[in-house]
């Protein structure tokens, strides 16, 4: 793959991390968003994957404001003229049962987790068209496809995206610009590590394979996708996750 400008929106987290690590050693630039409250958090993560070999740039904004978006978009195609690969994943949760569920959080979750794809994917798809090149790869998930007890809020944003995914894969088919959805089940980040051990073998349990996904095998498949090579995929939602969910 020849040298390439990405950007990961949300790409300190964990699944962000990995990557921003395979984007990098598959020879592109990485450009890394982070949450402007964040700012000390975001700079110890740069400095600490500094230190093991990748120079990765980060950059602050809050995805679901659109004008930020759009500005950062702006300065980012200023300064390096052209953004080639767009990883859409960022995302939060803030479960609970529908009947208990308030307002703000089902809005939060909506907001962070689908207008924020829309927030920087908009602006990025302009500049994709114009020099005939693109790979917009978003970061759903296997809640969206399925569903999930506590999380109206977080499947109905993940399954909106892979709607999203196929509308603008459809506008974009004939312009050198693929759009695809990945779809992870469980992953094994810190976060999930945290999780009470009966609480994990609960989830386990569910999956065929009986174990989690890594970040470096939903990082593979993003860098699969981006890929020069992956020019014939496009609309797709890869469903990577063990087993836990087929469909035809």
Not at 11 to 39: M, S
Not at 55 to 68: A, H, K, L, R, S
Not at 71 to 91: K, M, P
Request: net charge negative; charged share 20%.
């Amino acid at each position: 793959m020849s040298k390439k400008n990405a950007l990961v929106t949300g790409g300190t987290g964990g699944i962000g991390t990995a990557i921003c690590k395979e984007l990098h050693d598959n020879n592109c630039h990485i450009v890394a968003t982070y949450f402007p409250p964040e700012k000390d958090t975001a700079e110890s993560w740069q400095k600490e994957n500094r230190e093991a070999g990748y120079d990765f740039t980060i950059v602050p904004v809050d995805v679901t404001n659109y004008e930020q978006a759009s500005n950062l978009i702006l300065n980012l195609e200023r300064i390096y003229q052209h953004i080639d690969i767009l990883v859409n994943c960022a995302g939060i949760t803030r479960d609970k049962t529908l009947k208990r569920m308030t307002h703000e959080q089902w809005k939060t979750v909506i907001n962070t987790n689908l207008d924020s794809v829309f927030n920087v994917t908009q602006p990025v798809v302009k500049g994709m068209i114009e020099r005939g090149f693109g790979r917009i790869i978003n970061i759903s998930s296997v809640n969206g496809q399925k569903g999930q007890v506590g999380q109206a809020n977080y499947s109905a944003s993940k399954a909106g995206l892979h709607g999203f995914t196929m509308a603008v894969a459809q506008e974009t088919a004939g312009k050198g610009v693929t759009v695809n959805t990945i779809s992870p089940g469980y992953v094994a980040t810190s976060m999930t590590q945290t999780m009470p051990p009966d609480v994990l073998e609960q989830i386990i349990d569910q999956v065929p394979m009986k174990r989690m996904a890594t970040p470096e095998e939903v990082a593979y498949v993003v860098s699969w996708l981006a890929d020069d090579r992956c020019a014939y995929m496009t609309g797709a939602n890869i469903p990577l996750n063990g087993g836990m969910f087929m469909s035809a």
